[in-house]
């Protein structure tokens, strides 16, 4: 039988697939005792995410997972590439994001992530011009294009100082964002999560301090 739904989806806070793709484990930055979360523990949940991204439609989940079932071994080999890439796209962009050089070995993971999508990609007429295209269906790893494209669509973009790293309410969380205010000063991945904890405790420190007898 196959599941194409589950209950609950990370949130997309990153401002692109890659930095969501990134943010799929949490806290990137954990205090001791703390296990990370990982949000795509299997091939179906790494699909199901993508669909929830946009990045793939629902008519090709359902025919990647029929595909995964029938081959069980390759999707987990294609699983662990999507995690080799993922680890590769939060070392760069963290890096980068706290003005360090990305580790070669990172880029040189993503780049070979893209050159081995752009094998299957044709330069098709689009709205805007000319641009890649991936065939609509595609082999198990037909997951991966897109986020070793937008990969390095962000690298190349020119808005690497954009890229910021959310130091949580309690310095633990780690996620990664393009920070596309104008003033570039977006601190948090998300007021409903860290920026809101951070505004209520600050607010509660200044009630405690105003009711503190002198």
């Not at 806070?13 to 949490?26: E, F, H, I, P, S």
């Not at 995964?68 to 994001?97: K, N, S, T, V, W």
């Not at 065939?135 to 973009?157: F, I, N, Y």
């Not at 948090?188 to 002198?214: D, F, I, N, V, Y």
């Amino acid at each position: 039988m196959v599941t194409t739904t589950r209950q609950v989806l990370p949130s997309s806070v990153g401002g692109r697939a890659c930095l969501d793709l990134a943010n799929t484990v949490g806290p990137r930055l954990p205090r001791p005792g703390v296990e990370p979360h990982d949000d795509l523990p299997d091939y179906q949940e790494l699909v199901t995410w993508a669909v929830h991204r946009g990045l793939l439609t629902p008519l090709q989940q359902r025919r990647l997972i029929r595909a995964a079932e029938a081959d069980p071994e390759g999707a987990a080999a294609i699983h662990r590439d999507a995690l080799r890439l993922r680890e590769a796209i939060y070392q760069a962009f963290a890096d980068i994001a706290h003005g360090r050089q990305a580790p070669p070995a990172a880029l040189a993971t993503i780049q070979d992530a893209y050159v081995a999508a752009l094998r299957h990609a044709r330069l098709a007429t689009v709205p805007t011009g000319l641009d890649w295209s991936w065939p609509e269906h595609g082999p198990l790893e037909r997951v991966l294009w897109p986020l070793a494209r937008s990969a390095v669509d962000l690298a190349t973009s020119g808005r690497l100082a954009r890229i910021k790293q959310c130091p949580g309410d309690d310095g633990q969380c780690g996620w990664l964002f393009l920070d596309n205010t104008k003033s570039n000063t977006r601190r948090w991945c998300s007021m409903r999560t860290c920026g809101g904890r951070e505004k209520s405790q600050r607010q509660a420190a200044r009630l405690r301090a105003a009711h503190t007898p002198r």
